[in-house]
């Protein structure tokens, strides 16, 4: 199994290292493309046998995947130097490009195809969050006209570098502001936490590794009991008792209406 990522930018380059950290591909199996010098030799800096190349149309040659990782206003060029080369009977594309719909990357390929007989690639549109450098990402996928063998690929390249989930593409407006957003309001939370603790009279690497703890901690709690989180949060608080209060507190200063809110804003100006 072979790869290409075109595009080796903070994303790409992410997924690049994420891929030859797993074990589905290695190093030497993934060729990254991208016209700006800079970005190879940032990844080359990696220690990683990637091959490295700025030609789109000898990256192709004889790769099994594309992920298509660049910015939405290039993509029409790079289908236009791309396209030829493609075999969309055998090789599958993947579209991590933000804001990017099936229906409009298809528009786009068809501007290239101009009925010329050839069959419409299978791609997929995918959406990792930025802790895919780490292999921790919560990862979207959706497709149109995929077959099963083709989804479990998808799922399998992707699960190298976190969970996944399967959605229909209507969910992915949703999918961006609960999965991709959510984790700068998750990290909104630490340095607000830590604000609290440095008040009360920590240093700030002190305040830094408690709420970190802490929040790792509540995260392994829910996945290790499969729990709700409110059936967590019970066994916490006491009738009268310190975290009860600092829970009304939080409330009476609408701390869950503001999380709602804000998920609703991302997804309502994601459509």
Do not use: W
């Amino acid at each position: 199994m072979k790869a290409t990522i075109i595009g080796v930018g903070n994303l790409g380059g992410a997924i690049a290292c994420g891929l030859a950290k797993g074990t589905f591909l290695k190093a030497e199996d993934i060729t990254c493309v991208d016209p700006n010098p800079d970005a190879l030799e940032r990844l080359a800096t990696k220690g990683l046998p990637f091959n490295l190349t700025r030609d789109v149309r000898k990256a192709l040659v004889g790769a099994d995947f594309i992920i298509l990782a660049v910015k939405r206003h290039v993509v029409q060029s790079v289908l236009e130097e791309a396209y030829r080369v493609i075999d969309p009977k055998r090789q599958v594309l993947f579209s991590v490009v933000a804001g990017l719909s099936i229906d409009t990357f298809e528009e786009m390929i068809a501007a290239v195809r101009k009925d010329d007989g050839r069959p419409m690639p299978i791609h997929f549109r995918v959406m990792p969050n930025i802790a895919i450098s780490i292999g921790e990402s919560m990862t979207f996928i959706a497709s149109k006209g995929a077959n099963a063998a083709q989804i479990k690929l998808a799922e399998q390249i992707f699960g190298e570098m976190g969970q996944t989930m399967v959605i229909p593409e209507g969910l992915m407006p949703a999918a961006m502001a609960v999965g991709s957003c959510g984790t700068a309001y998750a990290m909104r939370y630490v340095r607000a936490a830590m604000n609290g603790a440095i008040e009360a009279g920590f240093s700030t690497e002190q305040a830094h590794n408690i709420v970190l703890q802490t929040m790792k901690g509540a995260i392994d709690l829910l996945l290790e009991n499969g729990q709700h989180p409110e059936v967590e949060i019970d066994r916490v608080i006491t009738p009268g008792g310190f975290t009860i209060r600092g829970l009304n507190a939080m409330e009476e200063r609408g701390f869950s209406n503001a999380v709602i809110a804000g998920i609703r804003e991302s997804y309502k100006n994601s459509k």
